[in-house]
């Protein structure tokens, strides 16, 4: 059974940190690349960032600087560090695999429209 179990979100204040984590199991964790989509309500389900099996990483430009993705491969886990974080990083975020993970992924993240995906959790930033 795949499964990709996330962890990690909550509140935080602006200017705060945050670590997402993700954990896969049920497939080849090498043969995937792994990465975060958020969910903003009225935006389309978008990459945040990503990370292949070689380590290859991508960064949506409005979090580069400010998040970093890494990848724990004896735990089949990719954990996303997320600092700095504005009012605007507000969203549900979540953990995707794929052979090659798209920019974009439609109008929702729950249609969980390709690969495996996570439940998604909860990232609030206040002032």
Known sequence: KVDLVESGGGSVQVGGSLVLSCTASGFTFDDYEMGWYRQIPGNECELVSSITST????YADYVKGRFTISQDNAKKSAILHMTSLQLEDTAVYHCAADRILPRSAG??????????????????VSS
Do not use: I, K, N
Request: charged content about 10%; proline content about 5%.
């Open 55 to 58: 380590l290859s990483t991508s």
């Open 107 to 124: 109008r929702y993240c729950d249609a969980h429209p390709f690969g495996y995906w996570g439940q998604g959790t909860q990232v609030t």
